[in-house]
């Protein structure tokens, strides 16, 4: 069992820049991968950004070049700044911690945290 909680997020204006932070406990040996996927009203989950345990990194084309994801394996801990945000970037960030046994993935989830980009 693998439980994820997130920290950061909140409003800023056009422009600015937030840092999500999440961080892993249970069993983490078994997480292959940890990124944030974000749901705006009225939409569907979407990834934003993942991160293997290797470094292999993934982005959304909508968030390339402007928000970077980090991770700290020893800490269990994936990091999300997002810079030049815009209004379009507006959702709740739910960050994901994904393993595989058996053969079987199995995702867990965080809370969720809202970020507002106010124009």
């Known amino acids: 069992q693998v439980q994820v909680v997130e920290s950061g997020g909140g409003l800023v204006q056009v422009g600015g820049s937030l840092r999500l932070s999440c961080e892993a406990s249970?069993?983490?040996?078994?997480?292959?991968?940890m990124g944030w996927y974000r749901q705006a009203p009225g939409k569907q989950r979407e990834l934003v950004a993942t991160?293997?345990?290797?470094?292999?990194?993934k982005y959304a084309d909508s968030v390339k070049g402007r928000f970077t994801i980090s991770r700290d394996n020893a800490k269990n801990t994936v990091n999300l700044q997002m810079n030049s945000l815009k209004p379009e970037d507006t959702a709740v960030y739910y960050c994901n911690a994904a393993s595989r046994v058996g053969g079987i993935r199995y995702d867990n989830w965080g809370q969720g945290t809202q970020v507002t980009v106010s124009s």
């Open positions: 991160i293997t345990t290797g470094g292999v990194q």
């Open positions: 249970g069993i983490v040996s078994i997480i292959n991968a």
